[in-house]
């Protein structure tokens, strides 16, 4: 089922995107499938309106796919990228501090 939703990149993703092997570039692939046909099946992000996360292993690692409902606008989702658990979303906080409630 999709609900029209238009998918964006964000650089920072485009950059991760291009280390990954084709087997996880597949595994994502797969993940942002169901990201487009419903988003709101994810976890929020605390502390933020509209982002949610997606559970991931990436070679034997915990992280996080982070993407933002409505973001540039009511019909998209931008992917933000993929943050480590054990970061506690660091860089995720450091670099997208701006999309906060």
């Known amino acids: 089922m999709d609900y029209g939703y238009?998918?964006?990149f964000s650089s920072y993703f485009?950059?991760?995107?291009?280390?990954?092997?084709e087997?996880?570039?597949?595994?994502?692939?797969d993940k942002?499938?169901?990201i487009k046909a419903n988003p709101f099946r994810f976890k929020p992000h605390k502390?933020?309106?509209?982002?949610f996360k997606v559970k991931l292993s990436i070679k034997d690692k915990y992280?996080?796919?982070m993407f933002a409902?409505?973001?540039?606008d009511d019909t998209s989702i931008s992917i933000l990228g993929i943050f480590p658990r054990d970061?506690?979303?660091?860089?995720f906080n450091r670099i997208f501090s701006y999309l906060r409630k």
């Open 6 to 8: 238009d998918i964006y």
């Open 14 to 21: 485009e950059k991760q995107w291009d280390t990954y092997g």
């Open 23 to 29: 087997h996880t570039q597949r595994f994502v692939e």
């Open 32 to 34: 942002i499938k169901l």
């Open 47 to 51: 502390g933020y309106k509209n982002v």
């Open 63 to 65: 992280s996080r796919l």
């Open 69 to 72: 409902v409505y973001l540039p």
């Open 87 to 91: 970061l506690d979303y660091k860089d």
